[in-house]
């Protein structure tokens, strides 16, 4: 019997139970109580929305179109819901959670203020233990993890972190509604959340220096209100932008184009690129020539097209060079939506500030120190420090739970070297243990909402499939595990995303991890996904052990 959860009541023995309360934990939570299942979610913040109720910085919002980023599967829901923005803000995307929460009567299955610490699997009776911060716990048949591929902040390790009189926060950890207005101001990080929140702060501050260590590509978001004429056109076409993203490799409104730049001329490649750019969302780089992000030769090409932007945004050449990446090719790495960050550059209050060549040699109480060289210093006299400096991307949420399997096996462990997974959704050794967001699925990439309804999708026609037959324990198979590692190393290998150091590959200069690449994501594209979630199913489950129950 488990002990109380606080909000849950007696929270006795549960059939499922989800780990987080973001998009995905809601939806998993809706699907499985439409089938009848006994569920309980919980979540460690005080409120629902994942990484959208932590996020709350200046400027905070997504990078694919509203109307795509939203769930498909109730018509009345899409009748209701307005967007206001092609790219909704944070407030509003919370917003939306909370009243898809409200409508379907989603809140009282949840815990708020849980988080958990520990998950143990008993063989005895197939069941998992899961133990939360305050000392309660919970026992479950089957634990589902949907917590954010981006939700365990990192710092930089730099000396004096922490002793700064000021504010010093992650951009994660924003305090709620805390106003920079005419403060001294440094933001470290040009990565997609830097970029968002100097962008929105650069006018209101007294001073902004902007502390970057390598640049980041970034393309024009091209945002804008969406009137009542356009939303009214949007819901009549629905059915089809959904059937749209549902074939498109990142579940995006863009796709890619199946001509080769080598295929048109110089000119007919150039005036492409300029209406991408002056486009929408990731059109530049999920909607061009395919061999822009496969072959060197294009992508070189396509490099210099956006460098050459920069330089004529930027009036200063030396700070125009400097926010170019010299270390990766455009569309590499994640590539930041932006609405006027290379202007700030223009501001007398902005200064950028290379931390390659002078890098910090301390937090100060009153600011940071940077080393000039030859023995030199410099104090930033500040009242704001803002770390911008990424996640332990997406096995750091796993990593921070002492999941134990069977034979007392540590998930943590199992990954010291990289994750390896069965089709992204379970690991050997860890029966009943579901991975809805994690290493080597179709969501880790993709458009959100429209990759983890394919995942969510899945688990529920599992979870029926295991109601129907009295499925006791569920396990993925070691020698499918190293299969399906296998397919995602061959896949991701032709892409030049996957010869980059970027989170997508593990790296991380903040974490002590080696420099090996890891396999982390799947890059196969999610029609291709979707197609072998569903080859399990209709195959019944070649790549599991499916044992009834005792």
């Known amino acids: 019997m488990a002990t109380k959860v606080d909000g849950a009541g007696d929270a006795s023995d549960v059939d499922y139970l989800i780990i987080g309360a973001g998009m995905c934990g809601l939806y998993q939570l809706h699907q499985l109580l439409e089938i009848g299942a006994d569920v309980r979610v919980v979540d460690a913040n005080a409120g629902l929305g994942g990484t959208w109720y932590k996020n709350r910085y ?11 980023y939203q769930y498909s599967f109730s018509e009345e829901l899409l009748r209701e819901w307005d967007w206001r923005e092609r790219f909704a803000a944070q407030p509003e995307t919370l917003s939306y959670l909370e009243y898809v929460a409200d409508k379907f009567d989603l809140r009282r299955h949840i815990t708020f203020n849980a988080k958990a610490v520990r998950a143990e699997w008993s063989e005895a009776d197939w069941r998992w233990t899961v133990s939360f911060e305050d000392g309660t716990q919970i026992r479950a048949r089957f634990v589902l993890y949907a917590m954010g591929l981006l939700s365990v902040p990192t710092y ?21 509604d805390y106003d920079v207005t005419g403060k001294r101001v440094a933001v470290v990080g040009t990565g997609a959340s830097g970029v968002q929140v100097i962008t929105d702060v650069a006018d209101k501050v007294e001073k902004l220096y902007v502390l970057q260590r390598d640049a980041n590509w970034c393309a024009p ?8 004429e356009e939303m009214a056109d949007l819901r009549a076409r629905y059915d089809e932008i959904f059937a749209w993203c549902r074939e498109t490799p990142a579940g995006f409104i863009h796709r890619p184009d199946r001509t080769l730049s080598t295929d048109v001329t110089r000119q007919e490649r150039l005036r492409h690129w300029e209406e991408l750019y002056n486009g929408q969302g990731a059109g530049l780089y999920m909607g061009n020539y395919r061999d822009c992000i496969m072959e060197p030769g294009p992508n070189r090409e396509l490099s210099e097209f956006v460098a050459g932007k920069i330089r004529q945004r930027v009036k200063d050449p030396e700070v125009a060079e400097l926010l170019i990446p010299k270390d990766h090719g455009f569309g590499t790495k994640r590539v930041a939506g932006e609405s006027g960050f290379y202007e700030v550059f223009n501001q007398p209050n902005v200064e950028l500030i290379d931390l390659m060549a002078h890098p910090i040699q301390a937090v100060t109480e009153s600011g940071v120190r940077l080393d000039m060289g030859a023995g030199q210093v410099r104090d930033l006299e500040l009242d704001v420090i803002v770390y911008a400096t990424g996640f332990d991307a997406v096995t750091g949420p796993f990593d921070r739970i002492d999941i134990i399997g069977t034979g007392g096996v540590r998930l943590k462990e199992r990954w010291k070297d990289g994750p390896e997974t069965c089709i992204g959704v379970q690991v050997s050794g860890f029966p009943n243990m579901f991975i809805l967001v994690g290493p080597q699925s179709g969501s880790a990439t993709a458009n959100f909402p429209r990759g983890i309804e394919d995942v969510v999708n899945w688990m529920t026609t599992t979870a029926r499939h295991m109601q129907e037959n009295r499925i006791g324990r569920f396990e ?18 032709k892409l030049l995303l996957s010869q980059t150091k970027s989170w997508f590959n593990g790296h991380n200069i903040n974490l002590d991890r080696d420099e090996r690449p890891r396999v982390m994501v799947y890059l196969g594209g999610a029609p291709r996904y979707r197609r072998r979630l569903q080859a399990e199913v209709e195959g019944g489950y070649p790549s599991f052990r499916l044992t009834v129950s005792q």
């Open 58 to 68: 200046p400027g905070c919002r997504f990078d694919s179109e509203s109307y795509t």
């Open 156 to 176: 930089p390790r730099v000396p004096g972190r922490g002793s700064f009189a000021g504010l010093e926060t992650h951009t994660f950890d924003w305090p709620d």
């Open 221 to 228: 978001l091209g945002n804008a209100p969406i009137t009542p």
């Open 476 to 493: 993925g198979r070691r020698d499918a595990e190293l299969d399906w590692l296998e397919h995602v190393r061959e896949v991701n290998s």
